[in-house]
């Protein structure tokens, strides 16, 4: 199964930002999500700091699902920023829900961790 609309928007980085989860893929290797955060994020965060995104997940059978790593840079008309993040491994046949747990922080400063269940099966 590829492409299950998620459609969750959460606000991050104080409320300066909103990150919205488009769309997940079903891969062999993982589930990625696909998301633009809106303003644009920063080339460079003041400070010296690093703005990292963070997903881990659950899924209704108890299997637990790690950062398997992503990209994002700002869309081709400057509006945005879209990115994609993969969290591993694939659930096997028969999971119906994923519960995510993202955190989008700007080091050193933690963020609130945003939870949300999409159903895949």
């Not at 010296?48 to 699902?65: E, I």
């Not at 993969?86 to 994923?98: K, Y």
């Not at 995510?100 to 895949?120: A, G, N």
Request: aromatic share 4%.
């Amino acid at each position: 199964m590829a492409g299950i609309h998620v459609g969750r928007t959460v606000q991050v980085l104080g409320g300066k930002h909103q990150l919205t989860v488009d769309r997940l893929d079903m891969e062999p290797g993982g589930v990625t999500f696909h998301y633009t955060v809106s303003p644009p994020l920063p080339e460079v965060v003041a400070g010296g700091g690093m703005l990292l995104l963070y997903v881990t997940a659950t899924d209704d059978q108890g299997n637990v699902y790690t950062d398997g790593g992503g990209a994002f840079g700002t869309a081709p008309d400057g509006s945005h920023t879209e990115g994609s993040v993969t969290v591993q491994p694939a659930p096997p046949a028969g999971v119906r829900d994923i519960t995510v747990d993202l955190v989008l922080s700007e080091s050193p400063t933690e963020e609130p961790h945003h939870r949300f269940t999409v159903r895949i099966g």
